[in-house]
């Protein structure tokens, strides 16, 4: 079946650095989204790509869909504490009876202040 | 406004005892609606999914089944729960408008099985 492999799995970084997680798959997706969830709480959608080779920014977030349509980037610059948490990619084929989603298996992010 | 509501937020449950989640989303029609699970420090397993009334798929072969008895209803139960059955569950759906899509995923059910 379809998988998406994450990485780094965890980080640990100064308040201030930027971060950058990525994901691959061995399957081509038509969308790449990427989430972040806080200890407790559902994940929730940080940014979505629906183009091959789109680059899309929320805030300090920047992620790419790869022109291979198999991975995809997240950036985050100037981190601070509450971008702590776990950050998961997904990657989707949307349409016919199909739309589940496929995530990897996260990165955790601790930032020290 | 599209919000979706997940109910209850904890619940703690004997082993063999049964299970019900339920799942509601609004402002929408015709969602696909999905079911994960995930355990402490884990990512995320899909369970099931469902494209309509009705229709059910089902990921892994468990001790758990869905049902779909409306549009924006989404239920996920066990008839006898098992230790392993614990675990943080997730409701989510995907609206099917065009290349427009949304991913939203509801609060969470921690379960725990004694």
């Known amino acids: 079946g379809q998988q998406l492999n994450q990485s780094p799995q965890s980080m640990f970084i100064q308040e201030g650095e930027d971060v950058s997680m990525n994901c691959t798959s061995s399957?081509?997706?038509?969308?790449w989204l990427w989430y972040k969830q806080d200890p407790g709480e559902g994940p929730v959608l940080l940014i979505a790509?629906?183009?091959?080779?789109e680059l899309t920014s929320n805030g300090r977030l920047t992620a790419q869909f790869g022109i291979t349509r198999k991975d995809s980037f997240l950036n985050i610059s100037a981190s601070i504490p509450s971008d702590v948490g776990i950050y998961f990619c997904?990657?989707?084929?949307?349409?016919?009876?199909?739309?589940?989603?496929?995530f990897g298996k996260g990165t955790k992010l601790s930032v020290k202040p | 406004s599209q919000t979706i509501h997940q109910w209850p937020a904890t619940l703690v449950q004997p082993v063999g005892s049964p299970l019900s989640l339920e799942c509601t989303v609004e402002?929408?029609?015709?969602?696909?609606l999905y079911w994960y699970r995930q355990a402490a420090g884990r990512g995320l397993q899909l369970l099931f999914y469902?494209?309509?009334?009705?229709?059910i798929s089902s990921e892994v072969p468990q001790n758990l089944s869905a049902s779909r008895p409306q549009d924006r209803q989404f239920i996920l139960s066990s008839k006898k729960l098992l230790l392993s059955d614990s675990g943080f569950y997730l409701c989510?759906?995907?609206?099917?408008?065009?290349?427009?899509?949304?991913?939203?995923f509801g609060s969470g059910t921690r379960l725990t099985v004694v």
């Open positions: 790509l629906y183009k091959a080779g």
């Open positions: 997904a990657g989707l084929n949307y349409g016919g009876s199909q739309g589940n989603l496929i």
């Open positions: 402002g929408t029609s015709n969602p696909n």
């Open positions: 469902s494209v309509g009334i009705g229709q």
């Open positions: 989510a759906w995907i609206t099917r408008r065009g290349g427009l899509a949304g991913y939203t």
């Open positions: 399957s081509i997706f038509n969308t």
